[in-house]
């Protein structure tokens, strides 16, 4: 019995390195005689700059940018030097993680750090750029990152907006002339995570803005920077960011990349699991197990768990997931894709003392699994 392990993060206490760690460690105290072959996955989230890094053996480059907030900050990016690539994760510079409960401001949250990022690649000569986009604590636009790169914004009486995104509001006019022109002859292919585009109902204010700390507010009030922003773009740049697939993802990050640095917008999954040779290691598993932090309806819409179950069913090899939440409203689309469904948290604990406890959670249902292995 061959058991491939291919766990995405699970946000906020595992990463998805770690995760495969203590599933196979639960799965090895069992009665189960396998072999376990362990693969962490990433789709364009937290851990995939890091994970390509090691998979490609990229040197560390450091540097100081800007965070959210607009304090300095120490971060780094990765490097291949015979290829000039530039691995970058957004979350390193304007992500989640870097701020405290009570700092989430999206109304003030900016991505200029990014936009810092790409800028210090440029200088170190990059030809091609890889940039995860998940963990943003934003929904600016990516008017921070263009910004860095030499945008600069007016209102109608001709007065540079600097309050990104909420002065965005007034904004009437986009300036291009110190946009930086090596990033238009930069390769950069933009790792997504999410489907959604930038505006409505589906879109970066309104599905991600209260993750971000948005009250109901602060969302119609960042749908109407974000119609207003992408307004202005047709204008400047003919390109309408509303109509793009993945437009919407780390709050329109991933569309202002498309129409101000001709950037290509890829399923982060896909391109992780291709890049890696996925289906190669697929050929030798008789069972899969993936899983993250939760399973739900944003899993069915690119999440790292569901490419790798759809490789898997293509070629009819069992999926089992496992989530430290699992939806039960979701179940019946979920069961198209992973043949067992395994929520690892104590029903009763909150979700502080599930977070705290994942690595206990986890191992123990690995090594309940185990011992009553369906395959």
Not at 55 to 65: D, G, L, P
Not at 69 to 89: C, M, N, P, V, Y
Not at 252 to 271: E, N, Q, R, S
Request: charged share 25%; net charge neutral.
């Amino acid at each position: 019995m061959n058991i491939l392990i291919a766990t995405n993060a699970f946000k906020g206490s595992l990463s998805a390195e770690t995760a495969a760690i203590y599933i196979a460690e639960g799965i090895r105290k069992s009665k189960l005689k396998c072999t376990l072959t362990l693969f962490p996955i990433a789709d364009g989230g937290d851990d995939t700059a890091a994970l390509l890094n090691k998979k490609w053996n990229a040197r560390k480059i450091s540097t100081q940018v800007h965070d959210p907030l607009g304090r300095l900050i120490d971060t780094s990016f990765g490097w291949i030097q015979r290829e000039k690539k530039a691995i970058i994760a957004m979350s390193d510079a304007s992500g989640l993680k870097l701020l405290k409960k009570g700092e989430l401001d999206p109304l003030h949250a900016h991505t200029l750090g990014t936009g810092e990022l790409i800028k210090a690649a440029l200088k170190k000569g990059a030809e091609k750029m890889i940039i995860g986009l998940g963990g943003s604590a934003t929904v600016d636009g990516g008017s921070g990152l263009l910004k860095a790169l030499g945008l600069r914004y007016y209102d109608k009486q001709g007065t540079e907006i600097n309050d990104l995104p909420s002065g965005l509001i007034k904004l009437d006019k986009i300036d291009l002339k110190n946009l930086d022109k090596r990033s238009l002859s930069t390769k950069i292919i933009v790792l997504c995570d999410v489907q959604n585009k930038l505006l409505g109902d589906e879109g970066a204010a309104r599905i991600f803005g209260p993750q971000k700390g948005a009250n109901q507010q602060e969302v119609e009030m960042l749908e109407q920077i974000l119609h207003q922003w992408n307004t202005k773009t047709i204008e400047t740049m003919h390109i309408d960011m509303q109509e793009m697939q993945y437009g919407g993802a780390a709050g329109g990050v991933a569309a202002c990349l498309v129409a101000y640095a001709g950037a290509k917008l890829v399923k982060g999954i896909d391109f992780f699991l291709d890049e890696l040779l996925f289906d190669n290691l697929l050929t030798q598993a008789d069972v899969v197990i993936t899983g993250e932090g939760r399973i739900d309806a944003q899993t069915l819409e690119g999440k790292g768990p569901l490419g790798v179950a759809q490789r898997a069913r293509q070629k009819g090899i069992p999926v089992i997931a496992m989530g430290g939440e699992i939806k039960s409203s979701h179940s019946k689309i979920l069961s198209l894709y992973f043949d067992q469904l395994i929520a690892i948290n104590q029903e009763d604990d909150p979700l502080e003392i599930s977070i705290k406890n994942t690595k206990a959670n986890l191992t123990r249902a690995a090594f309940n699994l185990g011992n009553n292995f369906p395959y």
